[in-house]
């Protein structure tokens, strides 16, 4: 594989990240299997692996911290901490009392004394993020961390944590981890020319948008008893589908799967720097392998354009982050006092 840097920090990657989120009671159980697709991947030439400790309950790091054993210094590890790992409102967040705790725990979990790459898996409005980065900052220092990133966060907020860690003195978030396909294009009009023009790496996840891409969904089938129990709604949302049906013609003509050429798009686009795969079996990821010298003509890549404009998100991935004020209604009303005083 060609490598790539990570934004300007000099770390080389692959431009397929493997996925960990797959691996454990979420996905596939089965650790021994789930380390040999790993190593499969490694053996490949991917040198970046991406988990977290939501997965599977910290299930997922412990497979990666399997698999990665005798094979630790050959691999560029990332992980993440935010969401919840307990009842306890106190187990997750992007408070220092919480990512100190939370990197231990993963340390301990993939049998490493550091990572190369900790993610901030959403944003957390109700913390500064100057108490994150602060946070941060020191767990870089200590030599737990090599460089620090975000998931799935506007545009907005990258540009305040990049001055906030200006104005502070404080390590920088070196890379972000949007959603991205040919489906889900949103990110075109601001994050990744942020991204770019602060130097930050962009490794994309859901290339496949949650399977759509794979063309195993059609018009006229439904999705499998596992998608289905995970309430994927985007799996039958017909705009999204109108899009699939557009793209498998133009995939045959090219003389290339319809999953070759949705990865060969997310990483075409200079911004990105990885895509991440999730295989659940060793079948998912033969599949993907078999594509990873696959690249789009500048007519192939038109042609995907006047189908799916670019900066357009046709419908909604279901694991897609929407801020809190979305979310909630609360936050979109004014509280009875301040429309009384209008």
């Known amino acids: ?48 692996v991406d988990t977290a400790d939501a997965y599977s309950r910290g299930e997922s790091e412990e497979i990666v911290g399997k698999a990665l054993k005798g094979r630790r210094d050959d691999v560029v590890l990332a992980t993440k901490a935010h969401l919840p790992m307990g009842d306890d409102p106190n187990q997750r967040g992007n408070s220092r009392r919480w990512l100190v705790r939370a990197l231990e725990d993963s340390l301990r979990r993939l049998g490493t004394d550091h990572v190369d790459l900790f993610q901030i898996h959403r944003p957390a409005p109700d913390t500064d993020v100057e108490e994150t980065l602060s946070a941060l900052t020191d767990l870089v220092r200590a030599g737990k961390v090599r460089a620090i990133g975000t998931s799935s966060f506007p545009a907005s907020d990258i540009v305040e944590a990049q001055w906030v860690a200006e104005r502070r003195g404080l390590m920088r978030f070196r890379s972000e981890q949007p959603t991205y396909s040919i489906l889900n294009r949103g990110i075109e009009r601001e994050v990744l020319p942020v991204c770019e023009r602060y130097g930050m790496g962009a490794l994309v996840y859901s290339p496949l948008a949650g399977g759509l891409l794979t063309g195993r969904y059609r018009k006229d089938r439904q999705p499998d008893s596992h998608r289905a129990a995970f309430g994927f709604k985007h799996l039958s949302d017909e705009r999204r589908l109108d899009v699939v049906e557009q793209l498998i013609p133009l995939a045959e003509k090219a003389g290339m799967a319809l999953t070759h050429l949705a990865m060969a798009f997310a990483i075409a686009h200079p911004g990105v720097t990885s895509a991440i795969i999730g295989p659940r079996t060793m079948a998912h990821l033969d599949d993907l392998l078999a594509g ?46 301040e429309r009384s005083a209008v």
């Not at 431009?15 to 009671?25: K, N, S, V």
């Not at 799916?308 to 609360?330: H, S």
Request: proline fraction near 7%.
């Open 292 to 337: 990873a010298e696959t690249s789009l003509t500048d007519e192939i890549l038109d042609q995907i354009d006047a189908i799916v404009p670019p900066g357009t998100d046709i419908g909604t991935l279901d694991m897609a982050y929407n801020p809190p004020a979305v979310q909630q209604t609360a936050l979109r009303r004014r509280l009875p006092d």
């Open 1 to 48: 594989m060609k490598y790539r840097t990570l934004g300007r920090t000099g770390i080389k990657v692959s431009p397929y990240c493997l996925g960990a989120m797959m691996f454990g009671a979420i996905g596939n159980p089965d650790h021994d299997d789930s380390v040999r697709i790993i190593h499969k991947a490694l053996d490949a030439g991917i040198n970046f």
